[in-house]
Structures are given as structure tokens and as C-alpha cells.
């Protein structure tokens, strides 16, 4: 008979404890997948710095090339490469997309640039590389908001806050992005 006394607050005890460790557990699921999915952006940054020496080595070929975009390449990828937090990747990252994008729009004046299948491919390969960037940016910022929802929702919310977790922060593009680069000649 005394076991059933101390079974009317060994049950509700058990029940709040069951439910802080699946709150637990269902945060830390959503704070890896966001890891992961940052993780993702990044292999795919990566890839693209890996593609543009080669770039800016065909383009050198061009004999009138403007070598001051060239330079601002190098830069911004050497500024992306030492990057070590998400926000100055992400600084680093809008670098080199302005950077590219000014290559990208001056090569149309070099009929033998554009001539060059080095370059066509590699241009072709950089094209695919920006829409996996953009892809998974996309599945990045999902995960995010997966998870801020989490820490934001009641109950869950309560676990959060007690044992740290932090909201992130989504990838927004740079102001100005939307709309096209403006290159003269």
C-alpha cells in the first residue's frame, strides 16, 4: 500500500521529465540540421572559389582584359577563403558574387573571350555552382526558420531558454542585390 502513495508524484515527475528530454532532444536535432545545412553552403562556396583561379586564368589570356577585375576577384575570394564566421563568409560571399558578376558582364566585349571553350565551360560550371549556392541558401534559411519556430513556441520554448539555445540568423542577401550590376565602358 505506500507504493501507491508515492506513485501520485512519481508519475507526474516522470511525465515532466520525459517531456524536457524530448524538448531537449528535438532542439538539438534542429540546431544540427542547421549546422548541416550551413555546412552545405559552405561546400558549395567552396566549390565556387575552386572554379574561379581557373576562371581568371583563361580571362588573362585575353590580352585587353581589364586586369582591375581580375584583381578584385583574387581579393574577394582570398577575403571569403579566410573568413571564419558565418557573417563575414557572408560578407566575403557578396564580394565575389559583385566581383563575378562584373567578369561575367564585361566578357561580353571579348568576342575572343567568349569564343574560348575553356571558358564557356567553366562559365557553364559556374552557372550550375550559383544555383546550387542558391539552393541550398534556400534550404538553409528553411532550417533556420525551423528551428527559431522551435525556440519561439510554447513549451519548448521554456527548455530552450533553460539550457541556452540561441536563435540563428538567416542569409539575406546584400542591399542592393536585386538589382543588376551596372558596368560601363
Given at each position: 500500500?505506500?507504493?501507491?502513495?508515492h506513485?501520485?508524484?512519481?508519475?507526474?515527475?516522470?511525465v515532466?521529465?520525459?517531456?524536457?528530454?524530448?524538448?531537449?532532444?528535438?532542439l538539438?536535432?534542429?540546431?544540427?540540421?542547421?549546422?548541416?545545412?550551413?555546412?552545405?553552403v559552405?561546400?558549395?562556396?567552396?566549390?565556387?572559389?575552386?572554379?574561379?583561379p581557373?576562371l581568371?586564368?583563361?580571362?588573362?589570356?585575353?590580352?585587353?582584359?581589364?586586369?582591375?577585375?581580375?584583381?578584385?576577384?583574387?581579393?574577394?575570394?582570398?577575403?571569403?577563403?579566410?573568413?571564419?564566421?558565418?557573417?563575414?563568409?557572408?560578407?566575403?560571399t557578396?564580394?565575389?558574387?559583385s566581383?563575378?558578376?562584373r567578369?561575367?558582364?564585361?566578357?561580353?566585349n571579348?568576342?575572343?573571350?567568349?569564343?574560348?571553350?575553356?571558358?564557356?565551360?567553366?562559365?557553364d560550371?559556374?552557372?550550375?555552382?550559383?544555383?546550387?549556392?542558391?539552393?541550398?541558401?534556400q534550404?538553409?534559411n528553411?532550417?533556420?526558420?525551423?528551428?527559431?519556430?522551435?525556440?519561439?513556441k510554447?513549451?519548448?520554448?521554456?527548455?530552450?531558454?533553460?539550457?541556452g539555445?540561441?536563435?540563428?540568423?538567416?542569409?539575406e542577401?546584400?542591399?542592393?542585390?536585386?538589382?543588376?550590376?551596372?558596368?560601363?565602358?
Open positions: 500500500m505506500n507504493w501507491k502513495k506513485l501520485y508524484w512519481i508519475v507526474p515527475v516522470a515532466i521529465l520525459l517531456w524536457i528530454v524530448l524538448s531537449y532532444n528535438s538539438v536535432k534542429s540546431e544540427v540540421e542547421v549546422d548541416t545545412a550551413w555546412s552545405q559552405q561546400t558549395v562556396y567552396q566549390r565556387r572559389a575552386d572554379l574561379i581557373n581568371v586564368e583563361i580571362v588573362k589570356g585575353a590580352s585587353d582584359f581589364e586586369r582591375s577585375v581580375l584583381t578584385q576577384i583574387t581579393e574577394a575570394r582570398s577575403r571569403w577563403q579566410n573568413a571564419r564566421t558565418p557573417e563575414e563568409q557572408v560578407s566575403a557578396n564580394n565575389l558574387e566581383a563575378i558578376s567578369l561575367l558582364v564585361i566578357s561580353e571579348y568576342p575572343e573571350l567568349k569564343s574560348n571553350t575553356n571558358f564557356l565551360a567553366l562559365q560550371e559556374l552557372a550550375g555552382t550559383e544555383n546550387r549556392v542558391s539552393v541550398e541558401r534550404r538553409y528553411e532550417k533556420v526558420g525551423e528551428y527559431n519556430i522551435k525556440l519561439k510554447f513549451p519548448s520554448n521554456i527548455i530552450a531558454n533553460l539550457f539555445f540561441r536563435e540563428k540568423e538567416f542569409f542577401a546584400k542591399p542592393g542585390s536585386e538589382e543588376a550590376p551596372n558596368i560601363e565602358f
